[in-house]
């Protein structure tokens, strides 16, 4: 049996999740958020969604851990820890839809999020009067819920932070420490909800050489280039390829 057979995928198709991946990598390590987006953007054209999720969040989860020499002196704890309390209610939720519901159902579900969130994100919102707890509990619930569903929960999250006015260095480093703590959850609820299996693993395990390369490369156009106008473009991305997505998604039916 060779390695083809063990993953079940075509080698273009393998192709493809590996650009897709070095990609998503590269905005992870610029941004802090946009990693599981990215991927599901394209993994939909590959792969039904009960197949990307456990992929993403074991990657999501070693993504974070090559990350931590970049932002280590850049995460605000206390935001996200209380941010965590919504996360943990809201996840199994979340899985709880991913489960049961029909993978096209949840596909082009996962596109209209990234569009809306991508949309709202590129708005700049700003409004103090909801930099408080209550509404980081939200904010970690619908989170949470969308996470488990679709692993996007970082734009609610990431949406949150520009509204209130963080400093992008601590949006970056408290969204990376946040997505280590709350995909390690959400890999232990798929793994005992039976979603996680050996050909998720033959998948995954040579893909993690691309996150630390993607990472570096995204840390340098942070350090270097505009923030403001880099991150239009990589919302820019994820808006038209959702729309390929949704394209594809009704061209089906």
């Known amino acids: 049996m060779d390695f083809l057979d063990l993953i079940n995928l075509s080698l273009l198709n393998y192709f493809l999740l590996v650009i897709i991946i070095l990609v998503a990598s590269i905005i992870r390590g610029f941004n802090g958020f946009g990693f599981s987006a990215t991927c599901i953007s394209g993994f939909s054209f590959i792969l039904p969604a009960i197949e990307i999720v456990p992929i993403i969040l074991i990657l999501e989860v070693i993504i974070s851990i090559f990350m931590i020499p970049y932002i280590r002196n850049k995460i605000d704890w206390n935001f996200v820890m209380i941010i965590l309390i919504g996360i943990i209610v ?14 096209e159902i949840t596909h082009f579900l996962i596109c209209l999020i990234i569009i809306f969130f991508s949309v709202l994100l590129m708005r700049g919102y700003s409004n103090q009067n909801i930099n408080n707890n209550f509404a980081k509990i939200l904010t970690g619930f619908i989170a949470g819920t969308i996470n488990g569903l679709s692993l996007l929960g970082g734009m609610p999250v990431a949406l949150y932070l520009l509204v209130i006015n963080i400093q992008p260095a601590i949006i970056r480093g408290s969204l990376a420490a946040l997505f280590f703590l709350t995909d390690t959850y959400a890999f232990i609820l798929s793994y005992f909800a039976g979603i996680v299996d050996m050909v998720t693993i033959y998948r995954t395990l040579p893909l993690i050489i691309l996150l630390p390369i993607g990472v570096y490369i995204g840390d340098k156009f942070f350090t270097k280039a505009k923030e403001k106008t880099y991150r239009k473009a990589v919302l820019y991305f994820l808006i038209v390829v959702s729309f390929f997505g949704i394209f594809r998604i009704i061209n089906n039916f």
């Open 90 to 103: 809201g996840s199994p939720i979340g899985l709880f839809f991913l489960k049961f519901l029909p993978s």
